[in-house]
Structure formats: structure tokens, C-alpha cells
């Protein structure tokens, strides 16, 4: 390894970036309980006696296996016990205490003994980095917290009650293949993307794994993914290089050994006050894997593709370079996130391509010049409120920067209250799209709470500071040869001040939407364009999209995928690899893509592939630990997302080929009822939105069978025929949802008030009398908002005397 690689792989394991796989080679070492561990050779023969199998079996532990397990042996063990007795309560070697004292991300392993377990529980417990959460490959879902790391037997485990639940013979491996559980597609994903150190495995007689390897690795990154092996042919070598591997020569023990002597000196530049580098406090763990300094990460990795005058979303580089102009909102926004109140959260909004992030990373450097260091969220990680109080208790100079804040605005809330209730400091600045702020401002309704808009209109200023900075890097384009007066003409009067409108014809007449768009039309082939579509979704949905699941939505092996985003090709130009992620150039494009060039019936088959390709990633304990794969379905699901992309003539085809996938699922219902019921589809929508509280009785689900039946009994004409029972009986629903409901949650409410005033205009209209119950449920429901906190919110309020004025006009 170049010295380069080991300085990014020793930052990115101080962040718990890597994930560990271990071979079978890496349990050689340890002893069980009938001496030392075999290696498969070793063990088929060994196997091969005791169940008194005929002939030599040179060693072929699969095809040992397979008969064994119709078998049993002199002591009239069978093939689980025999395993049992030989794999497991084993003792790990002493250089097993090195690999519990790095962060890993994940641990997978393809062996079946415990000597990991033990490693971390019993015998080297004061030296683990990480609480072990041990699982096998048939185990549900566990989503770690930021100080626990999952094991993953992908073989299972020699405490296994199945045979089936032991891949060694060929039947097992296409048996682990086809089965629903979700561990060896987060794996398979997992590797592509994240950064790898492989310990004991040759990568030569695993069925599973060489199925997964041979696809190859995408470089998202400096980071290096790594085999490590005593002896490494120059075969080996060139067969590990060509799979995105760099070969290492040396033991386990001596690399991780090497690995842990180097830590003190990084995990001192990540935590300047630690006072003892070698021993990490959990908190500090939790917290680096979490958030990441913003000043030490895109400048040391450049991309040669990246034009941030093309429209390109910026990096730290480019603020570093000082290719941003001058916004006055930026010292405004300084001001108001370093302001003298304790706990204080700022929120960006405004349209696409106003510019929120260049404004975010210009005050971020300016934060840096003033002995503050800022945060920016990994979108992937769920922050741990106590690792974040903690760190914030020791490094009150921090600022946390979130974007897409609405994904964990309810946690960074409680968070903000608990650093309220113990004095900590506590300074957030949030970004967020226009249609998702209403979500973060209602989280934070408790808190100091700025609202900055961030304006698409350039003043005077502003534009004068932007020409002096083109002028100043030579990117002045159509107007560089025009006197002074032009140029602001160009800006002021051509273009109406809009920054976008002038930045996307400045260099090329064709702007940067018509770029995109011609960019598309030239790409090669179909997978291509899947790859450019499945990214452009997720973008529009706020995320990037994991290099697994785009190849595994588009059929595409990394390796091919890899060179295309790194060579010439055209998808390079509009596709950006950041942290594992693939991104437009810019984020904006996303939505307009899908809206303006790609036909309803390519998004049908990209959406319907990315909702199967994370179905098997979902779990209630996904749902509840609010994991990136749930966020991403979550959003994907919406029905009103789908009727733009899809068109609603398809809604129904799509919710149906996904039923399978996500029959356990509430949400799937309720998404699929709420479709339904809109376009006039009121039967199997109220069947739907029944089967959503059968599978989850909450808030969500009462609210969406309320929904539906208001609208089935409206258009039978239930005003009409004076049918009161119909919207009392909804009305209960929507009772029993305001109380199972959050305390701020207007969703009830609005409900109710929207249908019943619909309904009562109905009733007036047919020249009938508003039954008395309907008017004392909404004289009780209204005096329920009187008490409520949830006219914390202007929109919520604003609405609700909307209400009101129409009901006592009405009345």
C-alpha cells in the first residue's frame, strides 16, 4: 500500500467506515473444544471418518457435507451436533485482540465458530471498540446503533437447530440464494459500496461470495478495499487488482497489529481532546461515524469531471478556491447560528438551484476561520442523541450541519430539548427542499427556530459580486468581451436576476437542463439509461443512490459500472461518485429529468425495481431505526409521487406487482388505498385500508381508512340521503387516531374538519338540516385545537381558522 492509502484508510477506519470479511483462515488459529480449528480440507476429512464415509474425499467439504447429513455418527451424533461440538465455545488467538479494538462498520464472516463472539465478550472485552451483536444469515434484520457492530455469519452458525440453516454443499448455497432473508443482499450490496479489508479467504471455493466478488468494486472514493494473505502469487495479485482489490502481503496478526499501533495518532487528529487515544470513548465512536468534519473531506479528493460554474452541486473545494460570489444571507445566517442563545437551529429553504448548499459551505468555512468546526451528517446514519450531547458537552464550538433535515428532524429535536434541559450547547443549521420544511419547523416548534428562505433573485450586491468573481477565474462566457454595463444587463433585465436562468446560459446557449436532456438522448444503452434514470429517482427523492442497488435495479456489474463512471463515457459528465453514492452533477436535475424526458413507462420499471431491490431490506426494526433503505421506500411508495412519474393509469399494475414484497407492510396499503380512492376506486380502496390497520394499528392507518371511507360515502351520495351514521362512524376512527397520534400531529384534525365541512355543504345544498351530532362533534373537536399544541405551526393555524370561518358561515 502506498502511503496515500494507508493515510485514507486509517481516517476512514477512525470514522468506522470499513467493514471486515473473514474467511475461513482467519479461525485457523483459534482452539475449540476438540482442538485446533480444522480448514476445509482438514475438516472434510475429518468428517468423512466420523460418519464412516467410503473412499478418500480429497478434501471436498461440500460434497462431505451433503452426505453427512443423512447420517450419523458412532456416538450417534448427527451432522448439527457433531458441528456443535467442534465449532463451538472456542478460544480466539491473542491477536484477536486487535481486531475487537477497530470500529468496524460491519463483520461478516464465512465461518461458524464463536471465536469472534468470544473474542469481543469474554476474553478481550476491555479492548473492543464495539458492543458485538452477533447473527446468522437466517437471523432477521438488526440495524446496529453507532456503538454496537453486527456479525454476520453468511454460513450460519455450529449452534444452527436446521441443517438447512449450514451452507457448505452446493444445495445449501442455492438454498441461502433463494430464500427471503435479507442479510446476503445487504451484503452484497454493502461490499460494493463500502470500503473492505479481507482477512483469511482465498476468494477461490465460495460459491456465494465469488458470486458477489467477480462482480467487482466501484471506486466512490480514496478509501482502498483490501485482501490481506500471507503468500500472494503474482496471479493472485493481478486477479484481486482487476476485482477493485489491493493485494497485502503479511498475516492477519501483523496487519492488524500495524493497524492498531498507527490508531492514537489518527483518532488524535479526529479527537484533539481525547485524552487517552488509545482507549476510544464510545461516545466519540458513535459520534465520528455519524458526522464527518467538513473541512476534511472533499478538498483532498477533487474530481477532474467537477465544474462548479456548469451547474455541478458544490464541494468544500470549490468554496476553498473561492468560486462562490458573495450572498449577504451568508453572514446573516453565521450571525444567527453562532448567536449568544444556547440551543439554536437555523433552517435554509427556497427553490431548486438557489444555491442553499454553496451558502451552507461558505458559512461552513467561515465557521472554520473562527475556530469552529462544522459537521454535515452521513444521510445514512440515524444520529445517536447521546454520542451527540456528549461530543457537543466537550466541543461546544461545534455546528451540525443536516441536509434533508426531515429525515431525523424529530430526533435532532429531542436532542436539542435534552441539550436545553442539561445546558449544552447546541447550534444546527438544517436544509431542507420548500416541500418538506413544514416538517422540520413543526419538530423544532419548541426550540429557537430560524426560518431563512434562501431567495432565486439576485440584488444589486450580489451581482455585481458574481461578475467580479467569472471575471476573476476567466468564466464570464457569452458576456466576457461586453463592457460592465452589458454584463449587469445580462443579469439584471435578460435574465431577471435569477441566478440559475443566467448561470445555465452564461457558457453554453443550451443551459444546463437542455445539457442533461441531450446528454441522456446520447447515452449507449438501455442499462445506461436505467443507471442515469435509477439515479435521478433517488435524487428526486433527496438521496443518492447506493452503487449496489444501481447495479443491481440495472443489471450492471460494477466493474462495467466502474469504468464508466471513471473513463471518458458520457454517464461520467452527469453522474458523480461520492461516499459510495451516485448523485447527478446536480441534484436539481433529478426532478427534472423525470418530469420533462423520461416516459411514465421507464419510470414504471426503474421505480417497481428499486422498490423490490429494497423490499428485502425492510423490517420493522428498519422502520423503527428509521435505516436509509426504509427512508428511501418510504418516499418511493407515495402515491401521489407515483400518479406524476408513473401516471395514475399505472398505479395500480405498480402497487400490484410489489404486493408480495410488501403485503406485511401498512404503509404499502395505506399508499395503495389513498391511489385507489382518489381516482374513484372506492371498494377495493376501503379493502385496502382495512388490510393497512390490520397489519398496524396507528395513527397513520386510521387516518388513511378515514380518509377513504369519507370519500366512498361522499360520492354514494351519503349527505344526500341523510346518511349522519356513515360520518359518525368515521368520525370514531379519526378519534381513535388524534389519540394514538403525536401530541403536534395535525393530521386528525384536518381530516375530520376537511370531510365534515364537505359534507355539511353537502347536506345545506340538498336543502337539508345539519344533523345536531355532527354539529357537537365539530364544537368538540374544535375546542380540541383550542387546548392543542399543534397551532404551533402558521400553516396548521392558518388553515384551521379557514375551517372555522367557512363552518360558521355555513352555520
Known amino acids: 500500500m502506498s502511503v496515500e492509502q494507508w493515510d485514507s484508510m486509517m481516517r ?69 451436533a457433531y458441528m456443535a461440538d467442534r465449532f463451538a465455545n472456542c478460544t480466539a488467538p491473542l491477536w484477536y485482540a486487535d481486531l475487537v479494538s477497530i ?71 442455492l438454498y441461502a440464494a433463494t430464500q427471503g432473508h435479507s442479510w446476503h443482499n445487504i451484503f452484497a450490496d454493502s461490499y460494493l459500496e463500502t470500503p473492505t479489508i479481507i482477512l483469511g479467504a482465498s476468494l477461490k471455493d465460495e460459491i456465494d461470495l465469488e458470486n458477489v466478488l467477480e462482480k467487482g468494486r466501484v471506486q466512490g472514493g480514496s478509501e482502498p478495499s483490501l485482501i490481506v494473505m500471507p503468500e500472494i502469487g503474482d496471479f493472485d495479485k493481478a486477479r484481486f487488482r482487476e476485482r477493485g482489490l489491493i493485494p497485502v502481503e503479511a498475516t492477519a496478526e501483523e496487519f492488524l497489529a500495524k493497524v492498531r499501533a498507527s490508531w492514537p495518532e489518527y483518532f488524535q487528529q479526529a479527537d484533539v481532546s481525547a485524552d487517552n487515544p488509545s ?61 449568544d442563545e444556547q440551543q439554536k437551529v437555523v433552517c435554509l429553504t427556497g427553490s431548486a438551484f438557489t444555491g442553499k448548499s454553496t451558502l451552507v459551505l461558505r458559512v461552513a468555512k467561515k465557521l472554520v476561520e473562527q475556530n469552529w468546526t462544522p459537521y454535515l451528517l452521513d444521510p445514512e446514519r440515524r444520529p445517536s442523541q447521546e454520542a451527540t450531547l456528549w461530543w457537543l458537552r466537550q466541543h461546544p464550538r461545534t455546528l451540525l450541519i443536516v441536509e434533508g433535515a426531515a429525515d431525523f428532524a424529530s430526533d435532532l429535536a429531542d436532542a436539542a430539548l435534552r441539550a436545553k434541559e442539561r445546558s449544552i450547547p447546541f447550534k444546527l443549521l438544517a436544509v431542507e427542499r420548500r416541500s418538506r420544511a413544514r416538517e422540520v419547523r413543526r419538530s423544532f416548534a419548541a426550540v429557537n427556530f430560524t426560518d431563512v428562505e434562501v431567495p432565486d433573485k439576485l440584488n444589486d450586491i450580489e451581482i455585481e459580486a458574481l461578475i467580479r468573481q467569472l471575471k476573476g477565474h476567466g468564466r464570464l462566457g457569452i458576456v466576457a468581451d461586453a463592457g460592465h454595463t452589458e454584463q449587469v444587463k445580462y443579469f439584471k433585465q435578460e435574465h431577471g436576476r435569477n441566478l440559475f436562468s443566467a448561470m445555465s446560459s452564461l457558457e453554453e446557449a443550451d443551459g444546463f437542463r437542455n445539457r442533461v436532456r441531450t446528454g441522456y438522448s446520447r447515452l449507449r444503452s438501455e442499462t445506461e439509461r436505467a443507471v442515469f434514470q435509477a439515479v435521478c429517482i433517488t435524487s428526486a427523492l433527496g438521496y443518492g443512490l447506493p452503487i449496489g442497488a444501481a447495479a443491481s435495479v440495472c443489471g450492471l456489474p460494477a466493474s462495467e459500472l466502474n469504468s464508466l463512471l471513471h473513463s471518458e463515457s458520457v454517464l461520467a459528465d452527469f453522474i458523480r461518485v461520492a461516499r459510495g453514492r451516485l448523485h447527478p452533477r446536480h441534484r436539481a436535475f433529478g426532478s427534472y429529468m423525470l418530469e420533462k424526458s423520461f416516459s411514465k413507462q421507464e419510470n414504471f420499471a426503474v421505480t417497481l425495481n428499486l422498490a423490490q431491490h429494497y423490499g428485502m431490506q425492510i423490517s420493522r426494526e428498519a422502520i423503527a431505526s428509521r435505516t436509509f433503505a426504509y427512508r ?11 400518479a406524476v412519474w408513473l401516471g395514475v393509469e399505472r398505479l395500480d399494475a405498480w402497487y400490484e406487482a410489489l404486493q408480495e414484497t410488501y403485503a406485511w407492510n401498512a404503509r404499502y396499503w395505506e399508499q395503495r388505498a389513498l391511489g385507489a380512492s382518489k381516482r374513484g376506486r372506492h371498494a377495493p380502496a376501503s379493502s385496502w385500508a382495512l388490510q393497512a390497520i390490520a397489519q398496524y394499528r396507528d395513527a ?7 380518509t377513504v371511507l369519507f370519500r366512498r360515502y361522499l360520492a354514494e351520495g351519503g349527505p344526500e340521503e341523510g346518511r349522519t351514521e356513515d360520518l359518525l362512524e368515521v368520525a370514531a376512527y379519526l ?4 389519540a394514538m397520534a403525536a401530541e403536534d400531529s395535525e393530521y386528525p384534525y384536518i381530516t375530520f374538519f376537511k370531510y365534515t365541512l364537505n359534507w355539511a355543504e353537502r ?30 405551526s402558521p400553516e396548521v393555524r392558518d388553515q384551521l381558522q379557514s375551517f372555522r370561518r367557512k363552518w360558521l358561515l355555513l352555520a
Open 12 to 80: 476512514a477506519i477512525t470514522e468506522s467506515r470499513y467493514q471486515l470479511l473473514l474467511g475461513a483462515g482467519a479461525s485457523l488459529d483459534s482452539e475449540g473444544p476438540l482442538g485446533q480449528l480444522p480448514g476445509g480440507w482438514d475438516l472434510a476429512q475429518e468428517m468423512a471418518t466420523a460418519f464412516s464415509l467410503p473412499g478418500d474425499p480429497r478434501g471436498n467439504l461440500r460434497q462431505v457435507f451433503a452426505m453427512a447429513k443423512s447420517r450419523v455418527t458412532a456416538d450417534n451424533q448427527n451432522v448439527l
Open 103 to 173: 470500529p468496524w462498520r460491519y463483520i461478516w464472516s464465512l465461518n461458524i465458530d464463536d471465536s469472534v463472539e468470544n473474542a469481543y465478550n469474554t476474553q478481550f472485552p476491555d479492548h473492543t471498540a464495539k458492543e458485538l451483536v452477533s447473527v446468522s444469515w437466517t437471523d432477521s434484520h438488526r440495524v446496529p446503533s453507532g456503538n454496537q457492530v453486527v456479525l454476520v455469519h453468511l454460513h450460519g452458525v455450529a449452534w444452527a437447530k436446521k441443517t438447512d440453516d449450514l451452507v457448505f454443499d452446493i444445495s445449501s448455497y
Open 279 to 339: 482507549r476510544i470513548n464510545p461516545n466519540v465512536l458513535s459520534f465520528l461515524s455519524q458526522w464527518h468534519p467538513v473541512h476534511t473531506g472533499d478538498e483532498f479528493h477533487v474530481d477532474d469531471r467537477h465544474d462548479f460554474y456548469a451547474g455541478h452541486e458544490p464541494m468544500y473545494s470549490d468554496i476553498l478556491r473561492d468560486l462562490d460570489s458573495d450572498r449577504l444571507l451568508a453572514d446573516s445566517v453565521l450571525r444567527e447560528a453562532t448567536s
Open 632 to 642: 428511501m421506500v418510504r418516499q418511493l411508495l407515495d402515491h401521489e409521487v407515483l
Open 700 to 706: 397513520f392507518a386510521l387516518n388513511t381508512l378515514a
Open 735 to 738: 378519534e381513535e387516531a388524534r
Open 763 to 792: 347536506v345545506k345544498k340538498a336543502n337539508l338540516p345539519i344533523d345536531r351530532r355532527i354539529h357537537r362533534r365539530w364544537n368538540d373537536w374544535m375546542h380540541l385545537v383550542d387546548i392543542s399544541t399543534i397551532t404551533r
